[in-house]
């Protein structure tokens, strides 16, 4: 893979502040405020600030950074679960803030899907029908729905449990029920919300690996959040270090492992140092 | 005391109004009226037109469903062969045929109302109170105007049913629909999911032991107001309790009444073992 591929994903100064008074709070952020002073002074928070960053198509692009850093509130921005309070997303070159709700329904059916911390699976479906579901909302013929989730359940290794619920898998098998649906959607973009956190450490290996795995034949344009840098040298193509919603370093793993951008980048690189 | 120039009564306002409404739009009422009393007819009709050997057996047939166990569908059968036995059978079949009714009316409010304010809190903010005022008012102060405009006899007995009973309902639906995980809201919403596949895909069916709980408390308190029904001219199980109340007759008074407790019971365990969750959501 090229370090400077096409871009897929690309985000221009988007901001995104919580609270009743984003308008007065972005005045301030942009110019040059602190998040904890823009807090105190309009009771707001700021969850994105300034950042722009482009990712390639077919790469795998891990976002890193502690809990609170913003990481899951700019995921989600990249298939409009969070609308930014200003700034620009492009997907393939089409701005997809200017869609409106049909346009972005469908944006979603074909274009975007995501694998979530918790899974977030249908509880009261088996695990066929929940690999199906993204299918199924766009209207896909109940055959091919079936034959395709069929296929990613035995690719994802969960043969035999497709009439099993969610609630009688463990974990692991749970996210590969995630994975599976994320993929039978057959989407260009997936989003992964620190899909593989909650997991135990061995599977959280077999995991990545089958990720990995996968990738080499599907090519997807792969958007990974995480908290833990072994995960994201392990698995991405290039990382971006967040830090209190700004953006520190982009770089592949080597450049963020030998050359650090700051001293907070230098921490995550030393920890992991000591562990190794 | 308190000072008389400070008081005021809206009374005569009150008074007024629906003076104005029974005038102006009683034939509008009337109408109302009688298609619902139509409706309550024909289904008394038809219960107690069915012989109570079939109707045993289909109890029995849908507590089986529900339940999927013999002990609970055997009790439940025996206990309506019970009130048949001690000469209730007819006005058991009229106090229920009015309940469904009611039951019916409650649902079709209560369940998209219910929808509606799991949507807005505006909405849900201006309900709430209402649903209190609803569930609080003494039932003879509304029964006065609803007498006024649809007189007396099953059609008002309904809608005082309605209005004590719906609100739980409501709040539950809201509740339920609440209640369903974040994430899981989040997860369709991502995939693409518009507003119909939402509400019948996930919602409704996550709220759906919530929901049924609703429709049991719904049953529950509609059954107790037979008795209020049956002094607006209601016929059915009330009517004894009543008569009971008013010749000193205990001992018919209390036959009815437990044949009331009966019907609660059958209904509520036949609603309960339909609200229990298939497939339990485990963390």
């Known amino acids: ?276 | 005391m308190f000072p008389d120039n400070l008081t005021f009564s809206i009374a005569d306002w009150v008074n007024g109004w629906v003076d104005a409404l029974v005038t102006n739009y009683g034939d509008v009422f009337r109408h109302i009226s009688d298609t619902l009393l139509w409706a309550i007819v024909n289904l008394e009709g038809l219960l107690r037109a069915t012989p109570w050997w079939l109707m045993l057996g289909v109890v029995a047939v849908i507590a089986w469903h529900a339940t999927r166990r013999i002990l609970p569908t055997l009790v439940i059968t025996g206990l309506l062969f019970l009130v048949g036995a001690v000469g209730l059978w007819d006005k058991l079949m009229q106090t229920l045929a009015l309940m469904l009714v009611a039951t019916l009316i409650s649902v079709l409010v209560g369940i998209p109302l219910g929808i509606l304010s799991a949507r807005s809190n505006r909405l849900r903010a201006v309900l709430m109170p209402l649903l209190d005022i609803m569930q609080t008012m003494p039932s003879f102060v509304y029964l006065i105007p609803v007498l006024m405009l649809f007189g007396l006899g099953k059609v008002p007995a309904i809608f005082a049913t309605v209005i004590y009973a719906a609100p739980p309902l409501i709040r539950l639906t809201d509740l339920g629909i609440r209640q369903v995980d974040g994430e899981v809201m989040e997860a369709i919403n991502a995939f693409g999911a518009n507003r119909w596949q939402q509400l019948f895909g996930v919602q409704l069916p996550l709220a759906l032991p919530s929901i049924m709980a609703g429709i049991n408390q719904t049953t529950m308190m509609a059954l107790s107001m037979v008795v209020i029904a049956s002094m607006i001219g209601a016929r059915g199980l009330g009517e004894d309790v009543l008569v009971g109340i008013q010749t000193l007759n205990v001992g018919r008074g209390l036959e009815a009444g437990l044949a009331i407790v009966i019907l609660a019971v059958v209904i509520d365990r036949i609603t309960q073992a339909y609200g229990r969750p298939r497939h339990e959501v485990s963390k």
């Open chain 1, 1 to 276: 893979m090229s370090t400077q591929p096409i871009s897929k994903i690309e985000v221009k100064n988007v901001f995104k502040i919580f609270g009743e008074r984003a308008g007065e709070a972005l005045q301030l952020i942009r110019e040059a405020r602190s998040k904890e002073q823009v807090l105190s002074q309009t009771g707001c928070v700021v969850g994105v600030n300034d950042l722009s960053l482009s990712i390639g198509s077919g790469e795998i692009f891990v976002i890193m950074g502690l809990s609170g850093s913003g990481k899951s509130t700019l995921v989600r921005h990249f298939n409009r679960l969070i609308d930014p309070t200003s700034g620009q997303i492009l997907v393939d070159g089409e701005d997809i803030l200017q869609y409106d709700m049909d346009a972005l329904r469908e944006f979603r059916r074909r274009k975007i899907s995501m694998v979530f911390q918790s899974f977030g699976l249908l509880p009261h479906r088996n695990v066929l029908d929940n690999v199906a579901y993204g299918l199924k909302v766009r209207g896909e013929s109940k055959q091919l729905c079936q034959e395709r989730a069929l296929q990613w359940i035995e690719t994802v290794g969960l043969k035999g449990y497709e009439k099993k619920y969610p609630h009688q898998l463990s974990g692991g098998m749970r996210q590969r029920v995630g994975l599976a649906r994320a993929l039978a959607a057959d989407t260009d973009i997936i989003l992964m919300d620190e899909a593989f956190s909650a997991l135990d450490p061995l599977i959280r290996a077999e995991m990545q690996d089958q990720l990995l795995e996968l990738q080499k034949t599907l090519h997807k344009t792969i958007v990974f959040i995480t908290h833990d840098l072994d995960e994201a040298v392990r698995i991405g193509n290039r990382i971006a270090i967040l830090k209190d919603g700004r953006l520190i370093q982009v770089g592949t793993p080597q450049e963020i492992l030998h050359s650090p951008a700051d001293e907070y980048v230098d921490r995550f690189v030393q920890r992991r140092a000591v562990a190794v």
